[in-house]
């Protein structure tokens, strides 16, 4: 019974920062990769950022430099840091685990002023 419960999205203002977490049960944590993905209005579910069970990362060439993805093994969880934040980035952001059609609920992100 696998299960990603996601929590920290939020109205924020373009420049600050927010940080996504993504609880995993019912999989071996360690060994597995999860990433992020979001979707806008009118758009594709998009690759954000994603983490491999050794801890190498990718992300999307629009979030080089300002998104930060990272897990805590201990507590199952993987994080998206998102700093210098863009109303671009506003959409509804998605934990997958990988290689899979497991995915979380979404939590909605919006940056405004």
Known sequence: QVQLVESGGGLVQ?????RLSCVASGIN????SLAWYRQA????????AGISGGGSTNYADSVKGRFTISRDNAKRTVYLQMNSLKPEDTAVYYCRLANSEYWGQGTQVTVSS
């Open 14 to 18: 373009p420049g600050k920062s927010l």
């Open 29 to 32: 944590f360690q060994m597995r």
């Open 41 to 48: 209005p009118g758009n594709q579910r998009e690759l954000v």
